[in-house]
């Protein structure tokens, strides 16, 4: 079996620099298909793939949340939490600003500028997560604690 090369992400350098004990899982992106191809693809339930959401708040200060790959945001309790008035998707130019990721391949390591992180806390109940490693079509299975030891992440219950 030949092993596949994938050039290296700045995610993917954040993990070998931290020690991090994780595998790289590739399949066929599909444009607008998210984690839900992403599981389907590698036979796994899509709760335990992490979306990484790029949002900004009413002024204009971006944050990365994470959450199951089946579950959407409460962008009206997430405002509540962090106590802003409003909460918003970033449009994909200003995400890549952001991140230095293109939409569809965003990591929450390795990220161009460091932002405050946000965690679903059900997230937390998990093992090992399947989350982005900075390429479309690429994720990185990894132990949850190794997610929180690198991101230190602040857990949120805004899922619905």
Same mark, same amino acid.
């Given at each position: 079996?030949?092993?596949?090369?994938? /050039?290296?992400?700045?995610?993917?350098? *954040?993990?070998?620099?931290?020690?991090?004990?994780?595998?790289?899982?590739?399949?066929?992106?599909?444009?607008?298909?998210?984690? $839900?191809?992403?599981?389907?693809? +590698?036979?796994? &339930?899509?709760?335990? @793939? =992490?979306?990484?959401? *790029?949002?900004? &708040?009413?002024?204009?200060?971006?944050?990365?949340?994470?959450?199951? #790959? &089946?579950?959407?945001?409460?962008?009206?309790?997430? @405002?509540?939490?962090? #106590? *802003?008035?409003?909460?918003?998707?970033? &449009? /994909?130019?200003? @995400?890549? %600003?952001?991140?230095?990721?293109?939409?569809?391949?965003?990591?929450?390591?390795?990220?161009? %500028?460091?932002?405050?992180?946000?965690?679903? $806390?059900? +997230?937390?109940?998990?093992? %090992?997560? +399947?989350?982005?490693?900075?390429? %479309?079509?690429?994720? @990185?299975?990894?132990?949850?604690?190794?997610?929180?030891? =690198?991101?230190?992440?602040?857990?949120?219950? *805004?899922?619905?």
């Amino acid at each position: 079996m030949t092993k596949e090369h994938f /050039p290296a992400t700045p995610a993917i350098r *954040v993990l070998k620099d931290e020690k991090v004990d994780f595998a790289l899982r590739p399949y066929n992106y599909e444009d607008r298909g998210g984690t $839900e191809v992403a599981a389907r693809e +590698l036979g796994v &339930d899509e709760h335990m @793939a =992490i979306k990484t959401i *790029v949002m900004e &708040d009413n002024q204009k200060k971006p944050f990365i949340i994470l959450m199951h #790959g &089946d579950r959407e945001v409460s962008t009206k309790e997430l @405002a509540r939490i962090l #106590g *802003v008035k409003s909460v918003h998707l970033c &449009d /994909p130019g200003t @995400a890549q %600003k952001h991140t230095g990721y293109m939409v569809g391949g965003t990591s929450p390591f390795g990220v161009r %500028k460091k932002l405050p992180i946000y965690i679903e $806390e059900t +997230l937390l109940g998990f093992q %090992k997560i +399947l989350i982005n490693a900075g390429r %479309k079509g690429l994720l @990185a299975e990894m132990a949850t604690d190794d997610l929180l030891r =690198i991101l230190s992440p602040q857990a949120v219950k *805004v899922a619905r």
